[in-house]
């Protein structure tokens, strides 16, 4: 079974509007961190944010802000105010377990297009 | 820029082959980690290593090895390379705190073609 669900390819999205990255996870361990990652065509990985498990509050940084559902097991990525640099695949990952040992799982990914 | 260095950028090699990809992490990062990023599999968790240690082992071939030097810096070899190997791979540093929160910086990546 797949630990980490991103269930759209692809997304166009108008600039200036909000963008919902979609993210299901699949664990048993009670401790686990969640992360959105962005990959531009140039091809590096950049991180965006982090959210524990065991954190009361959503995470943001900047204009991205983690949906957080625990009992859902869902991890969202909202994109706020859109701009034409935010197209790039976007993948969310899972850490399970939070000792030193544990790696980090990848989604499929979900390539976003922002038209201007 | 991530702080996190790889060589070669990229590497055209024939099947049958080895290459050796190199890894220098950030300056402090105890933790490297390799992944391979194809078409068909996404990205890939290889291998880990914690302070010259293996850590944990992903879907990594026994023809791909890899070992993390004592000045931290890591290599990652491929042999008997096939069509299928084609990839882009990239290393990742972490500093390690033991418990939470342990963000993973990647460094640009290797895009390697087997012809």
């Known amino acids: 079974a797949q630990k980490i669900t991103q269930t759209q390819p692809g997304m166009f999205v108008q600039e200036k509007e909000a963008v919902t990255l979609d993210c299901t996870y699949d664990t048993s361990d009670p401790s686990y961190g969640l992360f959105w990652y962005k990959q531009p065509s140039s091809g590096e990985m950049i991180f965006l944010i982090y959210q524990g498990s065991y954190d009361q509050q959503n995470a943001t940084e900047g204009r991205y802000s983690l949906n957080f559902q625990k009992a859902r097991k869902s991890a969202n990525l909202v994109i706020s105010a859109s701009q034409l640099g935010d197209s790039a695949m976007y993948f969310c990952?899972?850490?399970?377990?939070?000792?030193?040992?544990?790696?980090?799982?990848f989604g499929k990914g979900t390539r976003l297009h922002i038209l201007p | 820029d991530s702080g996190v260095t790889q060589t070669p950028k990229h590497l055209i090699t024939a099947t049958g082959q080895r290459v050796t990809l190199r890894c220098s992490p950030r300056s402090g990062d105890l933790s490297v980690y390799w992944y391979q990023q194809s078409l068909d599999q996404g990205l890939q968790f290889l291998i880990h290593y914690y302070n010259g240690e293996e850590r944990a082992k992903g879907n990594i071939l026994e023809r791909f090895s890899a070992q993390q030097f004592p000045d931290l810096h890591s290599e990652l070899n491929l042999s008997s390379l096939e069509l299928g190997d084609s990839a882009l791979y990239f290393c990742a540093s972490s500093e390690d705190y033991g418990r939470g929160y342990n963000e993973q910086f990647f460094g640009p990546g290797t895009r390697l073609t087997v012809l």
């Open positions: 990952a899972m850490r399970e377990g939070l000792n030193r040992d544990d790696k980090i799982i």
